[in-house]
Every structure is written in C-alpha cells, then in structure tokens.
C-alpha cells in the first residue's frame, strides 16, 4: 500500500506541518494557484508505513545475498561515521579552497590510493555512476585519436562475455561495436581477436576477471595486439574487486580504468544511486581527463579546472561528482591500508573458490570446471532443466524462501541457465555453509517435489509476481483520484489550517 | 525440436523463407525463442531499409535480456509484421508464423548460401556442448 492510499483531507502530522512562512519576495504570477498533492496522514501512520516497508527490505544488513560486490558489499559503519562528520556535510561546494583544504586533502589522497592500487598515471574522481565512467573513458580514447589527426578509427572491439554497458557506452561514443568470441575454457578467442583489429581499431574493452568469473589468460598478448594495431584499451573495473591489491591493470597494458566505488570499494548504494566511478589513465591521456582535479602545489590543494587541462573532455558533474561517496571509499581504503587492500582479494577469491568446491561436491554444474574461480562463478542448470523442468529462475525464487538472495540469474547470456554467484571477502565460512546446505536441500527438492521449487517463493511478503506483464504493462506512476484544491488569495500556501485540536 | 525442411537458416538463428511474390520472410528461430523466453517487446526495422547481410536490423526483447537480430540476407525491407508490436509473445506460440519482415533479395541467389534444416540442426549440436 502506497503512503498516497493512507491519505485522508484534513489529516495532520501537527509537528511537521508548514509552519506560516516569512514574506517572499517571489512575485505572485509565480505562486502556485493549487496545493500539491502530498498525502495527508499521522505521524503515527507515516512512521507504521516506513518501517513497515524497511521491515519488508531486503538488506545486506539483514541477509547474505551471493550478488556481492556486484551489487554491494557490505559498508563498514566506520566510512560513514566518519564521512559524516559536521564539517564534511556543512561543506559548500561553493566555498573558498582555502576553507576547504582538509576536503580537499581527502579527495587528493583518495587520487593517489587509486593511481598506485589500479598502477594509472591519473585518476580523476568526478564520474557519478559506472556507467559515466564508462562513457567517459571511451570519450578519452576518441579524443586521443582525433588529436592526433587519426580519424579512421571507428570500431571498438567488446568480447561476447561483457556486461551490456559496454556495447551501449562505444555507441554513444560514436563507435561501431565489433564482438569477439568466447572460447571453451572462458578466455577471449584469441583468433577471433586477430581477425577483428585493423587500421578501424579505436579500441578494445575488456573486463578482468571477465563476467564468467575467469582471468583473461592471454590478457598481455590482447594488449600487444591491440597497441599494434594502434589501438587502446579500455579496462571495465566492475570485477577489481577480484585482483585488489595483487594485480594492477595499468601493469596488464590498460590505457584507462573506470573503478566502481560502489562495488569494490565498499560504498553504499540502492535504488539507482548514488554511485561513483573514478576513472584512472595511462600517461598519454592525461591530457584529456575530466575535470576538476585536485592538485597539491606548494603545499596547498587547490582544483584544476579547463584552464589547467585545456584538452580535458570536460565535466560530469557541477562540483566534485558524488562528494559523499568518495569520502566513505577514502575512509575505506584508509581503513584497509596498503596491507588490508590485497586481502579483499585473496578473501574474495577464497570465499568464491571454496562455495564453488562446496556446490561441486553438493552435485551443482560448474559452467567452468577447470578454471579458477575469481571473485565469482556460475553454475549452470541446464542438464537439471532436461531432467526436472526447474529453471534458474525457479531455484532462485527458493533460495529466498530459505532466507537468501537469489544471485545473478541468466547472466552471462553464454551460459544457458546461470547463477552467477559472488560471495565477496565478507563472509564467514558458516555463512558459506548454510547457503551451501539451503543449496543441497533445494536440489534434493527438485528430484523430490518439484512443483514446490516451480511454484517458490511461498513465504515473502508477495509471491511469484508476473514479469511478463509487468514488463509490457509498466506501471509506475501512482495516480491520484481527481482532486483540485484550489487556493485562494486570502488562503496562500503559508497559511495551511493546522488541525485544531480541541 | 521443429526445424521446418522449406526454410533456411542462419547462424545467429534467424530463418528465412522465400515467397512466390519473390520476396523474402525473416524471423527468429524456435530454439532462439527457447533460449530468450517470454518476448515482452519487438522492434522491426523500417519499411524501405536498404539493408546489407549481417546488419543489426531489429530487436527481440524477453524477461531475460535483449537481443539482434541479423539480416540474413542484402535487400531491402518491404514490411514489417504489425501484429508483434502488441503482441510479441505471437513469437513464443509459434516463432515460424510470427515472422518479424520481409525483404526484397538483391540477390535471391545468397539464400543458398544459408543453411538448411539440416545444417542448422547440426549447427544446434554443436553448440550444445
């Protein structure tokens, strides 16, 4: 039920209703003739409503979900203590850099941490999202290209693995997108690489650990044939979290890197936002990247703006990207230190490697049995479907019944009936366990009573809701029973009628 | 699985039928429909496209993902099935009658060089492992 449904005219929240407003200045053809349609409850009714839906959340703070990093990691209350400190949030964009010098020196350090951990020559932390970090690491590489005169550069090469993004990002760059095969074992198929670079080459982009959960084994000789060709690469961050610390993709031949702090950095976000995606260069696009930048001169920091980066592709944002997420991922990389930074992945991958054991010997399909897992992996359901008619989707809706998230189903679109299942570095073997056993009860389910997986979730709140219709028929815009409430001169919207209380 | 003998195919599973007006049918195969699932939105190209083989010239989207469809052959498209954009799940109940559009060949003799039921059949196999 929407807080919109619980509305009655005339209900009050007394301590939170307009108070009678000073005299403005606005001049009255722009003063609003009808009130806006908020919902009029209680107090009381407004507090059941929200905690009632925070009740039906579905949270890290609450669940194990195996979507990890992908989705969100979990944020150490520490990074947000600390980013909300009242000087932080009383900041102004706006005020004077030298009232600012200590947000500035966070965000200066934050530049640094990243530039050693990714090994890029730059890092600028403006992007708002991983997707903007994307779009802007490509616009680099055309405008390297076009100013150096090499305009037949129109194609960008995306292996078939790699997340939708990627294809989307080279178009809105003007690209040609050309896709590149998968081979047997998960690696990119390196014929299918040598046939696709020529003099049309702009660049390649890649993700490594790749979306299958696998080292790109051949990724130094993919970056030879690429410079050959003239060519750059581009490095999707949205898998970092599997090489932190232990690989750096400046040292693997990457020319730019979008580094999602929402997911490996630990960051919070939900419901679309907010992200941040920092975006690290090798030494020949410098001169290309966003702005500002802050800059250590003379012992002051200070940003860099279009007047010290005259080439720079511009900005993505009016002031410093999303501020209050890269204090939390400051806090965090602090937190961890250069000795904490490369357990996240060895973690990572033991969490990963030992799920995976787990659902091997619990008799789950490993799509790539002979490779190791990165961060993450997928099983694949496939041979289960013939035989039983469970789908992905089906054991996935279970899981929730048994208290946990379902992981990424059907994607990589190249493994037919997928999880794709991250556990990230935050989760204790127990934890493991038990997803492990709520796994094999499930599969044991499957040969014993099918219908109850097909038919799952039985205990959330909603059950197995319509996808279909709910694709073809979006609705999502509550609309209100017609209602005018028309104000009149003597009646301003200062002037809202308290409840009288009698 | 149904593989019709009177149709040919393409790799990226799309058939193709040749009509008696001299023009050419193209939709997505059964084992596409398979593997995308509920179809919950169609885009077909526009009507007078010059389209080359191998171009990206309409979209099947399901509640999984989102895919290309490839012209099989160089033409030019004639029309487009209007039926889907209402009802894409016509694709599901019976991909070979909800053909997506037709074109005029520029060549008819490029429909030879597409697979026919049993090359695609094989082709099936093989990608099953």
């Keep these: 039920m929407l807080i919109f449904e619980h509305s009655r005219p005339g209900r009050r929240n007394y301590s939170q209703s307009p108070k009678a407003a000073e005299a403005t200045d606005i001049p009255e053809k722009l003063l609003r003739k009808t009130l806006p349609l908020l919902p009029e409850v209680s107090e009381m009714d407004a507090v059941r409503h929200y905690t009632r839906l925070s009740q039906k959340n579905f949270s890290i703070d609450t669940h194990f979900y195996p979507l990890g990093s992908c989705t969100m990691k979990y944020n150490p209350r520490a990074c947000n203590s600390l980013a909300m400190l009242p000087q932080f949030l009383a900041r102004h964009p706006r005020s004077p850099e030298s009232t600012g010098q200590g947000f500035l020196a966070c965000m200066y350090e934050l530049q640094e941490i990243l530039k050693d951990v990714t090994g890029m020559a730059g890092v600028s932390l403006t992007p708002m999202a991983g997707a903007q970090g994307e779009l802007i690491g490509i616009a680099m590489i055309r405008a390297y290209h076009e100013s150096r005169g090499d305009n037949a550069r129109t194609e960008i090469i995306v292996p078939d693995a790699a997340h939708g993004t990627n294809p989307a990002t080279a178009v809105m760059c003007g690209y040609k997108v050309v896709e590149i095969a998968t081979d047997k074992e998960g690696n990119v198929d390196m014929a299918a690489l040598k046939a696709a670079v020529g003099p049309k080459t702009a660049g390649l982009m890649l993700t490594n650990p790749s979306t299958l959960g696998v080292f790109e084994e051949n990724v130094a000789e993919m970056s030879r044939i690429v410079h050959q060709a003239g060519g750059l690469l581009y490095y999707d961050g949205a898998n970092l979290n599997a090489i932190l610390g232990k690989v750096k993709p400046g040292d693997m031949g990457f020319d730019v890197i979008h580094i999602n702090l929402h997911k490996t950095f630990s960051t919070p976000h939900g419901g679309g936002g907010p992200g941040s995606a920092p975006v690290g260069v090798a030494p020949r696009l410098l001169p290309f990247m966003p702005v500002p930048i802050v800059a250590f001169e003379n012992g002051t920091y200070r940003w860099q703006t279009e007047k010290d980066i005259p080439q720079s592709i511009g900005r993505l944002s009016a002031h410093m990207g999303n501020a209050g997420v890269l204090l939390r991922a400051y806090v965090y990389v602090r937190l961890l230190g250069a000795e904490g930074m490369h357990r996240v992945a060895e973690f990572a991958a033991l969490n990963a490697n030992y799920l995976m054991a787990e659902l091997q010997k619990a008799g789950f399909e490993i799509a790539y049995p002979n490779r190791r897992a990165s961060h993450e992996f997928i099983v694949t359901l496939k041979d289960l479907k013939e035989k039983t008619g469970v789908t992905a989707m089906n054991l996935a809706k279970r899981l929730l019944d048994k208290g946990y998230h379902a992981p990424t189903t059907y994607f990589p679109l190249l493994v037919p009936e997928c999880l794709l299942i991250e556990p990230a570095e935050t989760e204790s073997k127990e934890t493991l366990d038990a997803f492990v056993t709520a796994m094999k009860e499930i599969l044991e389910e499957t040969h014993t009573q099918p219908d109850l997986v097909k038919s799952a979730p039985h205990t959330t709140p909603v059950r197995r809701l319509d996808d279909v219709k709910a694709a073809r028929e979006l609705d999502l815009a509550w609309k209100a029973p017609t209602r005018n409430i028309s104000v009149t001169r003597t009646e301003t919207l200062t002037a809202i009628p308290s409840v009288s209380v009698a | ?129």
């Design chain 2, 1 to 129: 699985m149904s593989i019709p003998n009177d149709l040919k195919y393409t790799k990226s599973h799309e058939w193709v039928r040749l009509e008696d007006d001299g023009t050419a049918t193209i939709g997505i195969t059964q084992h596409a429909q398979e593997l995308l699932g509920d179809m919950v939105f169609v885009e077909t190209p526009a009507v007078g496209r010059q389209l080359k083989q191998g171009d990206e010239c309409a979209v099947v989207e399901s509640v999984k993902a989102a895919a290309d469809v490839y012209a099989p052959i160089t033409g030019e498209v004639t029309s487009a099935n209007p039926e889907l954009a209402s009802a894409p799940e016509k694709i599901n109940q019976d991909a070979y009658a909800a053909w997506l559009f037709r074109l005029k060949p520029a060549n008819t003799a490029d429909l030879e060089k597409l697979l026919d039921s049993a090359g695609y059949q094989k082709l099936l196999e093989s990608e099953d492992h």
